[in-house]
């Protein structure tokens, strides 16, 4: 069974400040992962994804992750934070099979940037 | 920019009551998915729709649960008999290759 780890349910950081979250994984077999960022009352928007390649992937609104596959992780980042990035933040991640497969996700890292 | 809608934003139902959600997904998308997120839980994987049949479901997904696209636009879920324990929200989401998924802003269930 695959699963999703974010061991920090809160992450703080100063605006301006290089903002990290993480995530590791546990699957058999090669993952896709992906960040996906929830603001509230709001659906869950897609920010990037790994699939094979580069490990270094970059996503919507200056976010970046870095795939690891020995460390089995794949931390969120940003190099300068802002307040708006302050949401709900979850990494999920789904093995390539059927097609159709559900995405597994971790429980969620609350990012706050504070001015 | 297409975005995947749900109606009813908010659903309040009696326990034991059948309630259908509806979404729309992205037009151009072929696969269909439900998730439910308790509050203050994890989003957690329900059902995938593939060539107008399931093509992976979770545990959760029991014989109370049944999804149809009865159109060519519409992806329902249905619950038969609500229980305390279907209080969520419940997003669609739908994607066109089997990479990322797109969400909708969700339908929040409550069951009294």
């Known amino acids: 069974a695959q699963s999703v780890a974010q061991p920090e349910d809160q992450v703080n950081v100063a605006e301006g400040n290089p903002l990290t979250v993480k995530c590791t994984y546990s699957?058999?077999?090669?993952?896709?992962l992906f960040w996906y960022v929830q603001y509230p009352n709001r659906g869950l928007q897609f920010l990037l994804k790994?699939?094979?390649?580069?490990?270094l992937v970059k996503g919507s609104y200056g976010f970046e992750a870095e795939f690891n596959k020995s460390q089995t992780s794949f931390h969120l980042k940003k190099p300068s934070a802002l307040v708006s990035d302050s949401a709900l933040y979850f990494c999920?991640?789904?093995?390539?099979?059927?097609?159709?497969?559900?995405?597994?996700f971790g429980k969620g890292t609350h990012l706050i940037i504070q001015p | 920019e297409p975005e995947v809608t749900q109606t009813p934003s908010h659903q309040v139902t009696q326990m034991g009551q059948e309630v259908i959600l509806r979404c729309v997904p992205i037009?151009?998308?072929?696969?269909f998915y439900w998730y439910r997120q308790i509050l203050g839980q994890k989003v957690e994987f329900l059902v995938s729709?593939?060539?107008?049949?399931?093509?992976?479901k979770s545990e959760i997904f029991d014989d109370q649960f049944s999804v149809e696209r009865p159109d060519g636009s519409n992806f329902t879920l249905k619950i038969r008999s609500t229980k305390l324990e279907d209080s969520a929200m419940y997003f669609c989401?739908?994607?066109?290759?089997?990479?990322?998924?797109?969400f909708g802003p969700g339908t929040r269930l409550t069951v009294t």
């Open positions: 699957v058999s077999g090669n993952p896709y």
């Open positions: 037009s151009n998308h072929l696969y």
């Open positions: 989401a739908s994607s066109r290759q089997a990479y990322e998924q797109y």
């Open positions: 790994y699939i094979t390649g580069d490990n």
């Open positions: 999920a991640v789904r093995v390539p099979g059927g097609g159709a497969d559900g995405l597994t």
């Open positions: 729709f593939y060539n107008n049949e399931i093509s992976e």
